[in-house]
């Protein structure tokens, strides 16, 4: 198994995914009772970019820092959106496997599939704990909270499934062009 190494230029690059991601939160619009966003789509975007271990960290520190910043969330509930969500980038990545010779992974909206839905299920079990052990309500208050939270969830990660292949697909040639890819890889 490879080491990955962290070079001054990938920890930039990394900084930089993770910025993105923390201000691409800030923008949401309603939607079917919801609140739609990009953010998971970013966090998928890292995966497809930087792999596994690279995404995550990307995803997670944009994600968490929002939530500690900005989120109105305490220091736990900020390491478990990191958790989450770098989850949700290294699933993608894993899911997607290594970009072939020319340089496109075939596999990103399966990978941008299972890394979605990985983290709808993780949010899923992430409100069943807090209402269930954290907060004490019953079992049917618990369930009657995550199928409120479900539409909403479903509906922001089929936008990140739509999102992250059509954005990876967009910008991948020319960051392979420029040789940016190659250096934060």
């Not at 990103?108 to 954290?134: E, I, P």
Request: aromatic content about 12%; proline content about 4%.
């Amino acid at each position: 198994m490879e080491k990955e190494k962290f070079t001054t230029r990938k920890i930039v690059y990394l900084a930089v995914m993770a910025a993105i991601v923390c201000v691409v939160t800030f923008f949401r619009f309603p939607l079917l009772g919801s609140k739609v966003h990009f953010a998971n789509a970013m966090c998928l975007l890292a995966g497809l970019l930087f792999g596994g271990v690279g995404g995550g960290l990307a995803a997670g520190l944009g994600s968490g820092l929002y939530d500690a910043l900005f989120g109105g969330y305490d220091f736990a509930e900020a390491l478990v959106t990191f958790a989450t969500k770098f989850l949700m980038a290294w699933l993608c990545a894993a899911a997607a496997g290594r970009p072939g010779p020319d340089g496109k992974r075939k596999r990103a909206v399966l990978g941008c599939a299972v890394g979605a839905l990985g983290y709808v299920a993780l949010y899923m079990l992430k409100t069943y704990l807090y209402q269930r052990f954290v907060y004490g309500y019953p079992l049917d208050t618990t369930w009657a909270t995550m199928l409120s939270k479900l539409p909403a969830s479903a509906i922001n990660a089929a936008v990140a499934v739509i999102a992250a292949p059509i954005l990876y697909t967009a910008i991948l040639p020319a960051l392979r062009r420029a040789h940016l890819l190659d250096k934060a890889a």
